[in-house]
């Protein structure tokens, strides 16, 4: 989400630098007065405490669910083990070696679901806890940039070229409450 939202306001920001005079004051004013300014976003989202409580979060919802899979997929390598060892002493029918196989590839699928379903879950509780966070953030880029007359704020990652500039990222944690 974030990404997307840097990369939209980076193209935006792009399009708006190429109809810039290249004289020295390019990076901050345009002909027509418009200023722009960067941050560096990747800094500030880091630094805010939202972002270390949902790294956290996310970090123990990933360790029980890995701690589920690999639970599930102990069980499909003991009962596969467990065919295996049958077969090869010769105690397994066919018709039990059909039955084994299909529940093995039961197994198999049933875990292919579950790392699925474990990937979606994470990604949704990761929506769920950074939404917030994004929307704080883009709060406080408007309110800076309202303040200081900024046309517009752009990611400085996304920066081709810059001699000069007004750098946002100090103002912007301050309206966000960071150090």
């Known amino acids: ?58 970090a123990a919802l990933n360790d029980s669910l890995q701690k589920q899979l690999q639970d599930e997929g102990a069980k499909f390598q003991a009962y596969q083990q467990k065919i295996m060892s049958e077969q090869s002493a010769g ?33 949704g509780k990761e929506a769920e806890l950074t939404k917030p966070m994004y929307d704080k953030f883009n709060e406080a880029l408007k309110t800076v940039a309202k303040a200081n007359g900024y046309a517009y704020i752009i990611d400085k990652k996304v920066l081709l070229y810059s001699e000069d500039g007004i750098d946002a990222t100090a103002k912007v944690k301050t309206q966000l409450g960071l150090k």
């Open 1 to 58: 989400m974030f990404k997307q939202i840097c990369l939209s306001i980076a193209a935006f920001g792009l399009l708006t630098a190429c109809n810039q005079p290249t004289d020295k004051t390019a990076t901050t004013t345009t002909q027509g007065g418009t200023v722009v300014a960067y941050v560096e976003a990747e800094t500030i989202v880091n630094e805010m405490p939202e972002y270390k409580e949902a790294k956290d979060k996310l």
């Open 91 to 123: 105690t397994l029918s066919p018709q039990k070696e059909r039955e084994a196989g299909a529940k093995l590839q039961k197994m198999q699928e049933d875990l292919q679901q579950k790392m699925a379903a474990a990937e979606q879950q994470i990604m």
